[in-house]
């Protein structure tokens, strides 16, 4: 009679799971959310609410449920999944999973409209009279001139997505090993100064797009003296930058096969994550990253009293933005109050604090946290007033310390004089899209 | 009608598991690797028999390259493993040690820490030794050792039930033939535990040439085997292309499981300690 003890705990668990099933009622709607890994406030012992209150709060998409039915009277059930890349969120999504939300990247947004893939959000959506539309009454107006100025057919970006986070990609490095010239150009992936000491991405899009900066360094040079010297207006600039920056022509791709040939000879690895502990344990003194990911760099080797810089090369680089898509036949109703939820001011923050990433939304709530988090200590000296009114609005600055103006406050908002430089990537036609593949796979080999 | 049992009932769950998950699967990737999409202005409107994966597998200079690694990668993994787990297995079937104790302790329970982390501190110890990415050399240097840590158990275990199984007295009978030691080991010892070189080379060699978590990892993304052209070609979804070389594998595994008698009825299979896997 061994078993017996582990029989009778078996029913009891089964029987007390029984239990917890029924309690629960039935949902009216399951609302399918699919998202980027780690990419939301989970709540728990990481989370901003034991941060400011010691006690473990519940993740963010189940806060919803709450809050909705508060709103409602519906009772609304979360079903949350995550994503690793783009393409493999495309592949689900093609081979017939079906979500109510999901929160691709810039160039795959524009992919899945172009498709037809998408519904779009009601023009009630970006009504800032109404109480309850957190995100357009906190959407930052930079955000949302780019996302209204970017069309998709006859559409705009901003009828298909809502804004979650975004970024700049660019260099983490440590000024006193690493001389900031090298860096003024992507160029330095290939320069053999960094052999072995510098990492890349170990995606496509990222890596083209260094590859296209090299390759284009003369014309992007031009370009910024053109934009200098006032021959070339802010939208022109970036227009012209935009478009040289996703030229999938033969010739071009076959160009940029050779650089990251190159590419490849040089750096120590193409990654996806290792680079960040490579860049700390200081196997690679040039760290390719997201400016999430430099953020969180810089904030770990702080600790260690290290103290190493983020930066974006002259040339250019690249604008990305992850948003919320709601796929054809979603409830757009409630994937727009889920939006909505996320964009409340206090999620907002949890959010950020939770990722490290910035988000797009502004407020006075933000830019309160922010100035919290970067500015001056108090009875210390304001060194820098560092200036994010494109973000946040008229006037604002924040008072901090003169390092941040290449560190975490330059990496979560670059500065205004940064942005012309900034492309965002287009989605390519399929034809090109194989081109690259297979000239992808010849890198990789 | 009355419904009898009987041991054929038995089978219907593998039979089950073996539609489910081989057959349809298997027709699934012949299907995609001998088709190709029609597309009409980037939209694609059907599919189409083609032989375009087929050629462009063996045209291509880069797959023919990536395959070619592949199989040198296979090659020195399997060479390697045969000569470190043949020693082992020996000393292991021959000693008089609580024998199945020390295999399990030595064998078994470091098979039990999970692959991936296996990999990752052994990628760790390479770079705390600082060989890891160090050069193109030792990209390769690593990657074949990572893949002899992985796949040494599966070449040790086969060869040491084979080695058991023989009979003591055939080496005895050859000493008093008058065979020297060596010589009663190469002609008696060694052609009688073939089945099990064969089955050990057959779990070692196609695996090693898939196993792209450990050309990625100590690689330094920078090795290419078959394996990760695979996964690059399904994340891209490129379905068809990945598929013709998913059965290129499949045609590899099958030809070699034939050349080396896996497929014969005899009862050779008995004293093959292969079938322990």
């Known amino acids: 009679m061994k078993k017996a003890p582990s029989l009778i705990l078996a029913s009891a668990f089964l029987l007390g799971s029984m239990a917890t099933l029924t309690a629960c009622e039935k949902p009216d709607y399951v609302l399918k959310v699919c998202n980027w890994a780690e990419y939301i406030d989970e709540g728990g012992k990481d989370g901003y609410d034991y941060e400011m209150t010691g006690e473990r709060a519940a993740p963010i998409y189940k806060r919803f449920t709450e809050w909705y039915k508060e709103q409602t009277g519906l009772n609304v059930k979360v079903e949350y999944s995550t994503f690793e890349t783009n393409e493999e969120l495309y592949n689900k999504m093609t081979l017939g999973d079906t979500y109510d939300l999901v929160c691709p990247s810039d160039y795959m947004i524009m992919k899945m409209a172009a498709e037809g893939m998408l519904e779009t959000y009601d023009s009630s959506f970006y009504d800032e009279s109404v109480e309850s539309n957190y995100y357009a009454k906190n959407l930052s107006s930079y955000i949302d001139s780019v996302f209204s100025a970017k069309e998709i057919g006859s559409k705009k970006l901003s009828d298909y997505a809502a804004g979650y986070m975004w970024g700049t990609t660019g260099l983490i490095y440590n000024p006193e090993i690493v001389s900031e010239a090298d860096l003024s150009t992507w160029a330095v992936l290939s320069n053999p100064k960094y052999k072995n000491k510098v990492t890349s991405k170990d995606n496509i899009r990222d890596s083209y797009f260094a590859a296209l900066a090299i390759h284009y360094e003369d014309e992007l040079k031009k370009l910024a003296a053109d934009y200098q010297s006032g021959a070339l207006t802010y939208a022109q600039y970036n227009v012209k930058i935009t478009e040289l920056m996703n030229d999938t022509s033969d010739k071009t791709i076959a160009a940029a096969e050779k650089i990251l040939m190159n590419i490849k000879d040089n750096i120590y690895s193409f990654e996806t994550d290792n680079g960040k502990e490579d860049f700390m344990t200081g196997k690679v003194t040039v760290n390719f990253c997201w400016s999430g990911d430099g953020i969180y760099v810089i904030d770990q080797l702080e600790e260690e009293d290290v103290f190493v810089n983020y930066c974006i090369p002259d040339t250019a680089s690249n604008l990305w933005f992850d948003g919320w898509v709601m796929p054809k036949g979603a409830n757009k109703e409630i994937s727009q109050a889920f939006v909505n939820f996320l964009s409340m001011p206090e999620n907002a923050i949890r959010n950020t604090y939770y990722i490290g990433y910035s988000s797009v939304l502004a407020g006075d709530e933000m830019f309160d946290y922010m100035t919290d988090t970067y500015g001056v200590d108090e009875g210390d000296e304001v060194e820098l007033e560092y200036d994010v009114s494109y973000f946040f609005g008229e006037g604002l600055v924040i008072g901090t310390y003169a390092d941040q103006a290449k560190r975490q406050l330059f990496a979560q908002y670059p500065t205004e004089e940064t942005l012309a430089r900034l492309a965002i990537m287009d989605y390519y036609e399929p034809e090109a899209n194989n081109k690259l593949n297979n000239m992808w796979t010849n890198i990789k080999g | 009608m009355k419904f009898h049992f009987s041991r054929k009932q038995l089978c219907i769950p593998y039979a089950v598991f073996l539609v489910c998950f081989v057959l349809i699967p298997m027709f699934i990737i012949v299907f995609y690797a001998f088709t190709a999409p029609v597309m009409e202005n980037g939209v694609q409107v059907g599919i189409t028999f083609s032989f375009d994966n087929l050629v462009d597998l063996f045209t291509n200079p880069t797959k023919l390259l990536n395959m070619g690694r592949s199989i040198l990668i296979g090659l020195l993994t399997t060479v390697i493993c045969l000569l470190i787990a043949y020693p082992v297995a020996y000393i292991l079937a021959r000693s008089g040690i609580r024998r199945n104790a020390v295999l399990l302790l030595l064998f078994i329970v470091p098979m039990w820490v999970n692959f991936v982390l296996r990999v990752n501190a052994l990628k760790e110890l390479l770079s705390w030794i600082g060989i890891l990415g160090a050069s193109d050399f030792w990209n390769y240097f690593n990657t074949v050792l990572g893949m002899v840590y992985d796949f040494l158990p599966f070449m040790i275990l086969p060869l040491y039930t084979t080695l058991l199984k023989i009979d003591n007295s055939y080496v005895e009978a050859a000493k008093d033939l008058g065979a020297s030691a060596p010589v009663a080991f190469w002609k008696v010892t060694l052609p009688l535990s073939y089945p099990g070189i064969v089955s050990g080379i057959t779990m070692v060699f196609l695996p090693s040439m898939t196993n792209y978590v450990v050309s990625t990892l100590l690689g330094n993304g ?55 896997w």
Do not use: C, H, P, Y
């Not at chain 2, 994340?235 to 290129?248: E, I, P, R, T």
């Open chain 2, 222 to 276: 920078k090795v290419g085997i078959i394996g990760s052209l695979i996964e690059q070609s399904f994340l891209n979804s490129q379905w068809n292309a990945g598929s013709m070389m998913a059965l290129l594998l499949l045609v590899v595994m099958f030809v070699s499981t034939w050349l080396t008698g896996g497929f014969q009825n005899e009862d050779a299979a008995s004293s093959r300690g292969g079938n322990l």
